[in-house]
């Protein structure tokens, strides 16, 4: 996105708990989005039309010989933060941040297959919690976030203590258990590929005082790894992942996906994906939930129309719950 404004600031070391006044550059950016969303026919639809605005403040400067920077998105109508990250770039020692909610560790990868607008599960309905299978033991909120480069490998770690809701300046009230993971990421250029991208991960989460199912620790563990290949203007890619849920009675989770992204020119993409989660159930038979969603999107300088179909059968490991969702979207970058 390009940016709308660029101010001068001298307050960013009040704001970051410093003695001394720095200058710094603030900039905004933001889009639009207008949607047209069906859902299928065991739904009521109502308005099917949408719009969410979102805005991004990025603030940087220097503060004791280190890059300092602060970043804040709001989105929904402005109805509050959505997401910040404060970060110091300490050159060849990496990057530390402490984040909420702007991505890190494992979940940076958790769904890396090719796709011309959104994934093949957004918009579909969850019988459970979450949409089954996307990795993250730490998760994004209330974690402090690590990030090196060696060798042309990203190590991008995160932990945090207790639960991962957003909280202020003071303690967070929310239930939960610590949690770490690490995403290592890269291309082929150590092993003379051209166009390949690829990483891994793995984490765990405490699954509190529980008792364990046999044989297993009372930790979640998660686990991905993916490989994407470029080619002129197709890429193809492949992931699996695993969730190996530590508490008794909880189910696992094994994942396969694929996904086909084809550039027909500069401005126009189409794209195919299947996934398939198969759930461990502790107690009763396995269910596995089959996706597949198509998506096409057409760029035109900051403009773009996308459009996606996804589909589900036996949703979250729920047998019999099927669900189907199409939606357009124009947004407007500024």
Request: proline residues 1%; negative net charge; hydrophobic residues 35%.
């Amino acid at each position: 996105m390009n940016n709308l404004k660029k101010v001068g600031l001298t307050a960013l070391a009040g704001s970051l708990a410093v003695s001394a006044a720095n200058a710094a550059e603030m900039s905004v950016s933001g889009a639009t989005l207008l949607t047209y969303t069906s859902e299928d026919t065991t739904e009521t639809t109502g308005n099917p039309f949408g719009m969410k605005t979102n805005l991004a403040f990025t603030a940087s400067g220097d503060v004791n010989g280190y890059t300092v920077s602060y970043f804040q998105a709001s989105k929904d109508q402005f109805a509050g933060m959505s997401s910040a990250r404060l970060s110091v770039d300490m050159g060849d020692m990496g990057t530390l941040a402490f984040d909420q909610g702007s991505g890190s560790g494992l979940a940076t990868i958790d769904d890396k297959t090719p796709t011309a607008a959104e994934e093949i599960w957004d918009g579909l309905d969850t019988p459970g919690s979450s949409v089954g299978g996307l990795v993250g033991a730490a998760g994004n909120s209330g974690v402090f976030n690590y990030i090196q480069t060696i060798g042309g490998v990203t190590f991008n770690g995160a932990a945090r203590k207790g639960s991962g809701a957003k909280n202020s300046d003071g303690s967070s009230s929310g239930a939960g258990q610590s949690a770490w993971d690490f995403a290592l990421t890269g291309n082929g250029d150590a092993l003379g590929v051209d166009g390949l991208s690829w990483g891994t991960g793995y984490g765990l989460a405490e699954a509190g005082e529980q008792a364990n199912k046999a044989g297993v620790s009372d930790n979640d563990e998660h686990w991905t790894a993916f490989a994407n290949y470029s080619v002129g203007p197709a890429t193809f890619g492949y992931q699996i992942s695993g969730i190996q849920a530590g508490s008794n009675g909880a189910s696992g989770q094994n994942v396969n996906a694929f996904g086909i992204a084809f550039n027909i020119n500069e401005n126009l993409s189409v794209s195919y994906g299947e996934r398939e989660v198969e759930y461990d159930k502790a107690s009763a038979t396995n269910v596995t939930e089959d996706g597949e969603g198509i998506a096409i999107a057409y760029t035109m300088g900051s403009m773009k129309i996308a459009g996606n179909r996804n589909e589900v059968k036996d949703n979250n490991g729920t047998a019999g719950s099927n669900d189907q969702m199409t939606e357009i979207a124009l947004s407007f970058a500024f």
